[in-house]
């Protein structure tokens, strides 16, 4: 079941983020109480109670302190930011990333950035219509920017 993200899933959805911080920045209960407040949305997957994976997106009027997402705002006047979603290793290859990628709008693009290292990643946003349409170098990583055009 997908569904918002609720007060009582911030542990869960933290101890995910944190791990995979390979692929996404750390955050924490402050950082994603702020994350939270400015979203447009905020989803998680939910498995009989169990975090699967989340979702959380951006509006482009969002004041985030994110390079990669000035780099959005800089240059697309409407669009909607994917900040991070991740699943958990225990239900991956199970439709879950699909599941809550089907909850992104399509009548806007979507931005997001995958490491130029992340070949999975890069591969599955592909499959999901996502192009690369740049890159920016964060903090010594080469972040590939995405964007999946409005239908």
Known sequence: MIREIAQHDHDQVIDLNQGALHAVSPLDHEGLSLLLKMSDQAYVADRAGDVAGFVITLPPDATYDSSRFRWFAE?????????????????????VGSELYDQLPTDVPVGLEVYSDNDKSLAFHAEQGFRAVGELEHNGIVNVMMLRAAA
């Open 75 to 95: 240059r697309y006047e409407d669009f909607v930011y994917l900040d991070r979603v991740i699943v958990s290793p225990d239900h991956q290859r199970q439709g």
